[in-house]
């Protein structure tokens, strides 16, 4: 007949680790969600897919600066406005890189929860028309909105490749004003 005999000396140790890897598990998952999250953190940086902002009821979504075809002197800035808020407002400002830009007429009128779309698959345009910055650098961008006020950003240079190809300043050149 075959005897079971415990060994206290090989449990101790088994229990050590098993108690110390449930302690760590919560630790090393990186399953924290708080405000500090790193998750959370990186929503709010500037990164190649866009930066996002949010001034009073208006969120800036996904501001990227496409840079004009052949080096010529002009960039396209590709967002979408979304106006969160119950009543209207308006877009009544822009600079990029502290000179004044050209918006499609109109295109700056945000209604209550509507979302504009500027650049890429739509006909509404913010172009500048005087830019000259190198690929993957960061810009200053200020946009005012009537009501909402003032943000500032610091937006990405990107060429027109990729998901950008074809994005080019409409029109062409800077109208002329009257």
Known sequence: MTSLTR????????????TIAVALTATLSGCYS??????????LMNSGNGTQAQI??????NATLVLGPDAAGTATLATTLVNQGDAPDSLIGL?????????TPGAGELGAGAAV?????SSNWINS??????VS?????KIQFRDAGIVLLSVLTVPPTGIYAGLAPEP????ATS
Request: proline fraction near 11%; avoid cysteine.
């Open 137 to 141: 650098t960061y810009v200053p961008v």
């Open 7 to 18: 060994r206290p000396h090989a449990t101790r140790p088994a229990l050590a680790l098993a």
């Open 117 to 121: 779309s500027f650049g890429y698959n």
């Open 95 to 103: 600079e990029i890189d502290n000179k004044p830009v050209y918006v």
């Open 129 to 134: 028309y005087e830019f000259t910055a190198p």
């Open 56 to 61: 009073g009821e208006i969120r800036i979504e």
């Open 172 to 175: 062409e050149t800077l109208p």
């Open 34 to 43: 708080g405000f500090r999250a790193n998750t959370y953190e990186q929503s």
